[in-house]
């Protein structure tokens, strides 16, 4: 079989036909985690013998080409500081409590957004897409040498409601949704637009193999709003910024959603999304195999690998691995770990996944 390159490979997965190999990916690491690798003999972090190219790098960021996040006029201030946290407001308003003891997520005192048509109003004028500060003066020539590279390429394609849950908080995006659902739907439908707006530039100059929608609307017990409002709200939105990243050349469209999201999988694929990540086996015990039966070949995933499996040695990576070959088999399915690599994981349990991993699927 001729030798692919790394958008090929990702593309013919997905569609169905034999790659030459399946791509050694994960979905980074806990900044312990690099420590700790790094005290053990890796010297570079990004270069991890038998990895293939970093799909998430630069994702976060839009490569560097444009600057999507709102762009907030408070100054960043520090309000309080000890040796276990320090406490801060953003640029957007917000004010969390972080801690200064390892990764953990912070604690938000102060929403950017409160839940009010006012509020709102005020909040979207961080949200001009036409702000000369979005994009560098070099930022065709950074598209330049991004759409030379032999990498896959994701475009952080937005998010309709993750977003908007860390601004507002999820108690008052999920009354916001009950209480005033026309303004729910109006903030919805300027976020979609938005996106639009912010990316068509980028997308005459570079050629992406996915767009990434950030949402993680799912917890341990399920979604964090019915699939009710997702159809009556999101649904019709997620297919205009859908159509369009679709008729500006991105062939497949990727939702990341942590917890159980099996109600919403249905749904998702109806919007026309067409990809699912990262089937967070960790938390709630998710099959691909299982969910491939239950939601049929139009069902396709980036995940499942279960990254607590990996320090428990070579043969316990073995049976977890050789239980995916099924739904890699049958394609459609990319199996990367679901989730950061924890710091219980050293450096040579890691190399050992990625020699398993490689006997089981290549």
Not at 101 to 107: K, N, P
Not at 182 to 202: N, S
Not at 235 to 258: E, T
């Amino acid at each position: 079989m001729k030798k692919m390159n790394q958008s090929e490979r990702f593309q013919a997965i997905f569609r169905r036909e034999k790659p030459d190999r399946i791509p050694v990916f994960y979905f980074g690491y806990w900044t312990e985690t690099a420590e700790r690798w790094k005290s053990e003999g890796l010297e570079n972090i990004n270069d991890i013998p038998g990895m293939d190219p970093d799909w998430e790098a630069g994702l976060w960021n839009c490569h560097g080409l444009v600057n999507i996040n709102p762009l907030g006029s408070f100054p960043h201030t520090v309000l309080e500081e000890t040796d276990d946290y320090v406490v801060v407001q953003n640029s957007l308003g917000e004010i969390s409590k972080n801690s200064k003891r390892g990764s953990s997520i912070a604690h938000t005192i102060k929403h950017s957004l409160e839940p009010s048509k006012e509020s709102w109003e005020r909040f979207k004028e961080f949200l001009d897409a036409s702000d000369p500060r979005r994009q560098s003066a070099d930022w065709e020539r950074k598209a330049e040498i991004l759409a030379a590279k032999d990498r896959v390429l994701p475009l952080m394609g937005g998010s309709l409601y993750s977003w908007l849950r860390n601004w507002l908080g999820v108690e008052n995006i999920s009354y916001l949704m009950y209480d005033d659902p026309e303004l729910f739907e109006e903030i919805v439908a300027y976020m979609t637009d938005y996106f639009i707006d912010v990316h068509r530039p980028v997308l005459e100059k570079v050629k992406f193999d996915f767009a990434y929608f950030f949402e993680d609307c799912c917890c341990k017990t399920g979604p964090l709003f019915s699939p009710a409002i997702y159809k009556s709200i999101f649904d019709p939105y997620y297919r205009k910024l859908i159509g369009f990243y679709k008729q500006n050349g991105i062939p497949l469209i990727l939702m990341d959603s942590d917890g159980d999201t099996d109600k919403l999988i249905r749904p998702w694929i109806d919007s026309g999304f067409d990809i699912m990540f990262p089937v967070e086996v960790g938390t709630w015990g998710a099959n691909p195999v299982e969910l491939r039966k239950k939601f049929g070949s139009q069902l396709n995933m980036f995940g499942g690998v279960d990254k607590n499996i990996i320090p428990l040695g070579e043969d316990a990576v073995r049976r977890h691995l050789l239980a995916l070959k099924p739904a890699v088999d049958e394609g459609g399915y990319l199996p990367i770990p679901d989730h950061r690599i924890p710091p219980e994981c050293s450096y040579g349990d890691f190399l050992a996944y990625i020699k398993v991993f490689n006997e089981v699927f290549n």
